[in-house]
């Protein structure tokens, strides 16, 4: 069936490091794509989003780049902070479907 | 964020009890959603709205019912909870025809 996963479950980065999230998906018909962050306790936060006429675009210290040809997102988080530590997830839809959410990954900074 | 209010924050019930989740939104958003969050297992989609006369089923809809009351409410419903069932729920909104979700703070539910 249609699933959006990631390649990794945890990530350790070293303070000052750049971070790579990855996402992969399956549904070719998915047209919207979105990462969110999850801090513990609390709800998952919108990050960026990138619509499928796009293969990249920034926001403050992140940047999303898709890639339709391998069906591939990724979050690229500049000078990863502290703050940053949290749990991120891709999410996609085509549409007027509900968005699907991958299960997620980990990133953990080392100060 | 504020604008997407969740009650109760926490909630400790039994097996058998019938128990309702409330969630509140001034965004002024036609769509909403219900998720549960197990470790591991990410965000799931329990039900859906995407106007006051529209519900959805999502992709875990057995054991749970939900109330669009108004635009800005949407209620999960339990009828009878079961261990299982014991998890993180959050409450979600969007604008008609964006997809961009803004998520709850959370109900903690735990099922003894």
């Known amino acids: 069936g249609e699933s959006v996963g990631l390649h990794l479950p945890t990530l350790s980065v070293q303070e000052g490091d750049n971070s790579i999230i990855n996402c992969a998906y399956s549904?070719?018909?998915?047209?919207?794509f979105i990462w969110y962050k999850q801090e513990s306790g609390k709800g998952p936060q919108f990050i960026i989003d990138?619509?499928?006429?796009?293969d990249k675009r920034q926001g403050q210290r992140v940047t999303v780049l898709l890639n339709k040809t391998v069906k591939h997102l990724s979050l690229q988080i500049a000078a990863t902070q502290p703050g940053d530590s949290a749990v991120y997830f891709c999410?996609?839809?085509?549409?007027?479907?509900?968005?699907?959410f991958g299960k997620g990954t980990r990133l953990s900074v080392i100060a | 964020d504020a604008d997407v209010t969740q009650t109760p924050r926490n909630r400790i019930t039994k097996t058998g009890k019938r128990i309702m989740l409330e969630c509140s939104q001034t965004k002024g958003h036609d769509r909403m959603y219900w998720y549960r969050q197990d470790p591991g297992l990410g965000l799931r989609l329990i039900y859906y709205?995407?106007?006051?006369?529209?519900?959805n089923k999502g992709e875990i809809s057995d054991g749970y019912s939900v109330s669009r009351q108004a635009q800005a409410k949407f209620s999960l419903s339990l009828e009878s909870a079961i261990p299982n069932q014991t998890a993180l729920y959050f409450c979600?909104?969007?604008?008609?025809?964006?997809?961009?979700?803004?998520f709850g703070p959370g109900t903690r539910l735990l099922v003894l």
């Open positions: 990138i619509r499928s006429n796009m």
């Open positions: 709205s995407f106007d006051v006369k529209d519900i």
């Open positions: 979600a909104t969007s604008e008609g025809g964006r997809e961009t979700q803004y």
């Open positions: 999410a996609e839809n085509s549409g007027n479907t509900p968005l699907v």
């Open positions: 549904n070719s018909a998915s047209d919207y």
